[in-house]
């Protein structure tokens, strides 16, 4: 048994929140405030309701506090239809499917039909309101507003006469204050077993079993059992710590209800006893002296007294006290569980506590484990660096595979939701097609993806060879991509090394508006695609990130291939031969860039080059299309100065001469450049020296930074990517 889905409304972010669930691991990825904690919180409060995990008045999701606001202060008070048409409420639903393996013993009671094509369980766990509490919430909410508005009469006569800088006027509350004072009045726990259209996959409200009715006699925790691990840990490398060690009376404890591990157990039990005579026979000695002054106060009868001093070790509590981690210094010398670093005592004290959950789900001995059994663990990176990341989510998916096994049982699978924000778990994760990408669609509202719909979305497209390179590029290179608030896309070495000094230089020579932030202020990840940022179309509508494509315009020509004597070539039958040569933009027939004829189809060269910066922004519909508001932005060589349009990035920075004089300047700096007297001769253009003159791109732009102030003052950002910027730049699309 398994769940499929799970379903979260009005809780926080969670306005109406899908969450796909994968048969093991599923990896659940998302920038701060995404509602990674919020799915936690949701599904530990509904399913482990207690006194400690009661819903708050905080707990509702904004919008959805707003709209209960407005259904209780209208005028207009609903009849008990009305109200009744919607779900009035937080709610959770499981999603669950089960086969003809599966234990039908807890089960049986919450199936809402007998048609053996239906396989799906559906578990609903309500916060919600009711006619009759909406009624007297309506009527309690009316009374607290007329004693507030008398309060506040009261003191304005009490202050009445005072100069008005000392009046203290009493500040009337309003809905939102009432609400979180009496919420838990109105609001009540319900959960039940909810019919579904299995071939519409549509659940039936209004048809299911309330489980709180005593006649029906489920319990759910049978059913279903619900563990986490907090990304609140309270491991510290304090030398008084010692959490480690006391998680091995935890392991004991669990492992002793079970009796999984029964020869060791009882081999512990026996030395125990050994050691309890040993003991008892020191006892005498050392307490002899305190033994025979409390005998001498005698009794009633003579013996009743006599007390004797014995040793009785209770097995949870001596591991308790008394047992420590240590860790192998080398072969002869360890050292004590707090000389680790913190990020080690992290990952060993998120396996320890991984082995205490894993008893937990086993159960007691006479127990049969539920019949769904889901860990999430939140956030393991934290404390630790890039490699033990990696080690981690390599190896935790091997632990945790074979499930809850325990014997005279059948063998359980473990469903397990990581949650991160760590591109290093994220590239190294086995199932890539387990990510589920949370996107924050507004201020109140989350949606979940799946990466495995990216994938059938490609593969629909016939572009299966396109999802394998971005998998793999992902996974190698950038997996930061899934956690940036804005992304950039270029095309080489040359904007790689540049870009965040252009970033840098811009932010101090342009001054910020209202809705703007310093760019290196941002959360921006630089992505080298070489021109085949096409690739990645797909990938950068599935995160929504605000996305500026920097590119050439690579213009070329056709013309005839000559020989080095400047003869024409020709064909065995003699034809001429011709292929396309790289030009000046204004000879340009077409361009070669993958990127531009993706995202232009179809469009003359000419008209390519009239495009305004608003033109070149995208949003995608079923296609991509031309969109003021879009997040997609492309950004290529536009005329600049001199009237003159460059063809590529080293082409549109020698067009400007006072990057020219920089390099004169520094010219006997410049290893990256050749030819250096063609930038004195001035029959050549920034063309003919983008051609020419560059030895080595990278070199060329480490050159810049080298001889450059601190500032990046020296020299000039060319039009077309400073424009990018600026777009990039703004908060707002």
């Known amino acids: 048994m398994k769940i499929e889905s799970v379903l979260i409304r009005n809780f ?132 607290f507003k007329i004693d507030e508005k008398r309060k506040l009469n009261e003191s304005i006569k009490k202050e009445k006469g005072k100069p008005e800088n000392e009046r203290k006027l009493y500040k009337e509350k309003g809905f939102d204050i009432f609400f979180k ?54 491991v510290t490398n304090k030398e008084a710590d010692k959490t480690l060690s006391s998680q091995t009376s935890q392991i004991y404890e669990r492992s002793e209800k079970n009796e999984e591990d029964s020869k060791s157990i009882e081999e512990f039990k026996e030395t125990l006893i050994e050691t309890d005579e040993t003991l008892t026979n020191v006892y005498t000695t050392l307490f002899e002296k305190i033994v025979d002054k409390v005998g001498q106060f005698g009794g009633i009868k003579k013996g009743e007294s006599v007390i004797k001093v014995i040793s009785s070790l209770e097995r949870r509590e001596l ?75 390599t190896n935790i998916q091997s632990l945790l595979e074979e499930g809850i096994i325990k014997g005279g049982c059948t063998n359980k699978k473990l469903q397990y939701i990581i949650s ?4 290093h778990i994220v590239s190294n994760c086995k199932d890539f097609n387990a990510i589920k990408y949370l996107k924050k669609e507004s201020q109140n509202s989350i949606k979940a993806k799946n990466l495995k719909d990216l994938e059938k979305d490609y593969l629909k497209a016939g572009e299966e060879k396109n999802y394998r390179f971005l998998k793999q590029y992902l996974t190698l290179n950038r997996s930061e991509l899934f956690f940036a608030d804005k992304a950039i896309f270029i095309e080489g070495d040359t904007e790689r090394i540049l870009l965040p000094a252009m970033m840098k230089k811009l932010d101090l020579e342009e001054a910020l508006l209202a809705d703007e932030l310093e760019l290196l202020s941002q959360n921006i990840s630089i992505v080298e695609v070489g021109n085949y940022a096409n690739i990645f179309e797909r990938f950068i509508n599935f995160i929504e990130v605000k996305s500026l ?59 390519l080059l009239s495009k305004s910066v608003e033109e070149k922004r995208f949003l995608k519909e079923s296609t991509w299309t031309n969109n003021k508001n879009g997040f997609l932005q492309i950004a290529f060589q536009i005329k600049d100065v001199k009237d003159y349009c460059p063809r590529s990035f080293e082409d549109a920075f020698f067009n400007i001469d006072e990057n020219i004089n920089f390099i004169k300047k520094n010219r006997s700096k410049f290893n990256g450049l050749k030819n250096m007297k063609l930038f004195y001769d001035t029959s050549k253009d920034a063309y003919d020296l983008g051609e020419k003159c560059i030895e080595s791109k990278g070199s060329f732009a480490i050159d810049i930074l080298l001889n450059s102030d601190e500032n990046y003052t020296e020299w000039k950002i060319p039009a077309y990517i400073k424009q990018g910027l600026l777009w990039l730049r703004k908060e707002q699309i």
């Open 12 to 143: 926080r972010l969670l306005k109406d929140l899908k969450l796909d669930l994968e048969k093991d691991l599923s990896l659940v990825l998302g920038k701060n405030n995404s509602g990674k904690t919020s799915i936690l919180s949701a599904l530990d409060k509904f399913i482990n309701q207690s006194e400690n995990k009661k819903i708050s008045a905080d707990d509702f999701n904004l919008s959805y506090k707003e709209e209960i606001k407005n259904l209780i202060e209208s005028s207009n008070e609903l009849s008990e239809e009305d109200f009744n048409k919607d779900i009035q409420g937080i709610t959770l639903r499981i999603i669950a499917s089960y086969s003809d393996e599966d234990d039908f013993e807890n089960i049986s009671k919450l199936m809402m039909d007998l048609d053996p094509n239906n396989n799906y369980l559906i578990l609903g766990y309500d916060y919600s309101m009711h006619f009759n509490e909406y009624q007297i919430f309506r009527s309690d909410f009316k009374a």
């Open 181 to 234: 004072l009496y919420q838990d009045k109105y609001f009540r726990y319900k959960r039940k077993s909810i019919a579904c259209d299995y071939t519409s996959r549509v659940i039936l409200e209004n048809k299911f079993i309330d489980l709180d009715n005593s006649s029906t006699k489920v319990n759910l925790k049978n059913v279903i059992n619900f563990k986490y691990i907090s990304a609140r840990r309270n």
């Open 319 to 393: 591991l308790k006290g008394n047992t420590t981690v240590v860790y192998e210094h080398d072969a002869s010398n360890s050292l004590p569980e707090f000389y680790n670093g913190l990020g080690y005592m992290n990952l060993i004290s998120m396996i320890f506590e991984i082995e205490i959950l894993l008893q937990e789900f086993k159960r007691a001995k006479d127990e049969k484990p539920a019949d769904i059994n889901l860990l999430f663990i939140e956030e393991p990176e934290a404390h630790t660096h890039p490699q033990m990341q990696y080690v981690f989510i």
């Open 420 to 423: 991160t924000h760590s591109s």
């Open 549 to 607: 494509v920097i590119t050439d315009l690579d213009s070329v020509k056709r013309d005839f291939i000559r020989d080095n004597k400047g003869e024409i070539k020709k064909t065995k039958n003699g034809i001429d031969r011709q292929a396309d040569f790289s030009c000046r933009v204004i000879e340009g027939q077409k361009t070669t860039n993958p990127t531009l004829n993706f995202f232009f189809p179809s469009l003359l060269f000419s008209d």
